[in-house]
């Protein structure tokens, strides 16, 4: 058993020492790397697509409570464009461009597409004012009773014991 290890030792290191004198010599040669044109492929016009990678800026998501907002800025938004509609209608019919049944007739349309636009904004900002506030009642909820459970043990100072 003995012969045998010590044969695979001997034959472990001939074989190390050979494959160290096969390593060609390394020489003291200071090379300089090659350049960048050869190692990347360049083009004479910019990758469009990563530039575009690039210049995006990544946006973070709105809370609930800046989308809330937003319906509500666009609900802002319906109103202002239903009011410089309606004056450009009057405009319209009173510089004889169009005439009154016109004038009636885009005056309603305009007013029932407003409303329908301000009436899906409103109840979308409902629907999400009334999630927030459940969200917050369940969290005030939660917290109070974490609160009540909560169990204070105070120890007995040692000293009232020694005392009597």
Same mark, same amino acid.
């Given at each position: 058993m003995r012969l045998r290890q010590l044969l695979i030792a001997i034959f472990t290191l001939t074989i190390t020492l050979n494959t160290?004198? /096969?390593?060609?010599?390394?020489k003291h040669i200071q090379a300089e790397p090659p350049p960048l044109e050869?190692?990347?492929? %360049? %083009?004479?016009? &910019? #990758?469009v697509m990563l530039s575009d990678v690039i210049a995006a800026? &990544?946006? =973070? &998501?709105?809370?609930?409570l800046d989308?809330?907002? /937003?319906? @509500? =800025?666009? =609900?802002?938004?319906?109103v202002e464009k239903a009011s410089t509609d309606f004056s450009? $209608? /009057? *405009? /319209? *019919?009173?510089?004889?461009?169009i005439s009154? @049944?016109?004038?009636?007739?885009?005056?309603q349309e305009t007013y029932q597409v407003a409303m329908m636009q301000f009436q899906m904004l409103s109840a979308l900002h409902d629907v999400l004012k009334y999630d $927030? #506030? *459940? +969200? +917050? @009642? *369940? +969290?005030?909820?939660?917290l109070r009773n974490a609160n009540a459970e909560t169990?204070? !043990?105070? &120890? !007995?100072p040692a000293s009232s014991f020694g005392s009597k």
């Open positions: 160290a004198s /096969a390593q060609p010599r390394e050869k190692v990347v492929r %360049t %083009t004479a016009q &910019p #990758d800026k &990544p946006e =973070m &998501p709105l809370s609930p989308v809330l907002k /937003a319906y @509500e =800025m666009a =609900m802002n938004l319906v450009a $209608i /009057a *405009q /319209a *019919q009173q510089a004889n461009q009154r @049944e016109q004038a009636e007739y885009l005056l $927030i #506030d *459940q +969200t +917050t @009642e *369940q +969290t005030k909820r939660s169990v204070l !043990v105070v &120890p !007995v």
